[in-house]
């Protein structure tokens, strides 16, 4: 199993453009995630999702948007992309909500908006 | 909303001495999860604590979750180079399906 990938891994955006950060997972998880870790800073969720076509605000939606049409991808959409969002996003799994079962988290795509 | 406070923020140990890692919360904890971060890298489960005096070790780390459920240690023995790196705390609130609550995470460096 591959667990969870991102592409890209890296990516230079400048201010007003759009781009979808990719989140694949084979574990047949029902749960994805979506966060953002800023520099000395933890994690912040942007938005989760608990099974396909059903996906809810995390802490920090806004400027984001999400779809889930399958199980396996949970792709994240920026529009009209600003200096703010430069950050590391992770995209985790797991196979139900956090209070039994852990996170799985992919590698991180790391995004500078200039 | 919960919030999670590590401590120490960062931490320089010689290789072979003990360390200790607190996680502190403002609210209940329903499950609580240590994971490290390699710089540059995603997120390695660590072990995951539910119930209150709960303790789980793996290989020389070993995490407790106090009686109160508001606190976390995860202490480290004899540590390696390979222990280097950011330690992070996170919470579920009890809420539900949404994600985890980080702390700002503990950079940890072993000094030979």
């Known amino acids: 199993n591959a667990g969870v990938t991102q592409t890209p891994k890296f990516r230079i955006l400048k201010i007003g453009q759009s781009m979808t950060l990719q989140c694949t997972q084979d574990m047949n998880h029902n749960y994805m995630y979506w966060y953002r870790q800023d520099p000395g800073m933890g994690l912040k969720l942007i938005y989760y999702s608990v099974g396909a076509g059903i996906t809810d605000k995390g802490e920090v939606p806004n400027g984001y948007n999400v779809s889930r049409s399958t199980t396996e991808d949970f792709p994240l959409r920026l529009e009209l992309a600003a200096p703010s969002q430069t950050s590391v996003y992770f995209c985790?799994?797991?196979?139900?909500?956090?209070?039994?079962?852990?996170?799985?988290f992919g590698p991180g795509t790391r995004l500078t908006v200039t | 909303s919960q919030e999670l406070e590590q401590s120490p923020q960062s931490l320089i140990v010689q290789e072979g001495k003990n360390l200790t890692i607190n996680c502190t919360s403002s609210k209940t904890l329903y499950g609580l999860y240590w994971y490290k971060q390699k710089y540059g890298e995603g997120l390695i489960f660590l072990m995951m604590l539910q119930k209150g005096g709960e303790e789980k070790s793996h290989e020389k780390i070993t995490a407790k979750l106090d009686e109160k459920k508001q606190q976390s240690s995860l202490h480290i023995t004899a540590s390696q180079p390979s222990h280097a790196g950011i330690y992070l705390c996170?919470?579920?609130?009890?809420?539900?399906?949404?994600?985890?609550?980080f702390g700002k995470g503990t950079h940890l460096i072993i000094q030979p």
């Open positions: 985790a799994s797991s196979r139900q909500g956090p209070t039994y079962y852990e996170q799985y």
């Open positions: 996170g919470a579920d609130s009890g809420g539900g399906a949404d994600g985890l609550t």
